[in-house]
């Protein structure tokens, strides 16, 4: 079985981007730090990001059989409608993952248009928020979480 990690836009320059508030760590840090929570387990991962909204509904969509989904969809989590309905048809529970804290920011990032296909949302907290959101994923999986 898969736990799918879905990054979005300018994710992939995370640790050069905006450090203050992003923190220093990079995407393949994070990568890192997911692989290594996965082991001993029975879930395989898979992590990508994408720039485009096509892609990334693109993504959506191939994950949506996986176990459970988490998702950072950065800039589209507050606009995109066809990333919402292609998280609707994830057969798993849905994670919604911020690095930092959208309502703690600018009003425009307080409404996700995601947030209605997803348990859940983890954000605030940095790297910290995919291992706390793994975490919740294993659990809601039932799958043995050493
Ligand atoms: C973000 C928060 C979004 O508002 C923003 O557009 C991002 C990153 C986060 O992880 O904190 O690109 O999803």
Sequence with gaps: R?????????????????PEIYGSE????????????????????????????????AAAQGARRAAAV????????????????????AEGPVIEV???????RESFRHRSVIA???KGSIAGFGGLSYSLALDAALALVDGPTI
């Design 2 to 18: 898969t736990i799918a990690v879905l990054n979005g836009p300018n994710l992939n320059l995370l640790g050069t981007r905006q």
């Design 98 to 104: 911020h690095l930092s804290n959208p309502h703690a």
């Design 26 to 57: 990079t995407l393949a840090d994070i990568e890192a730090m997911c692989r290594k929570r996965l082991e001993g387990t029975e879930f395989s991962l898979t992590f990508e990001q994408h720039n485009g909204e096509g892609e990334l509904v």
């Design 116 to 118: 209605s296909a997803c």
């Design 70 to 89: 988490l998702i950072n969809a950065a800039g589209y989590t507050h606009t995109s409608v066809a990333l919402l309905d292609a998280l609707l048809m």
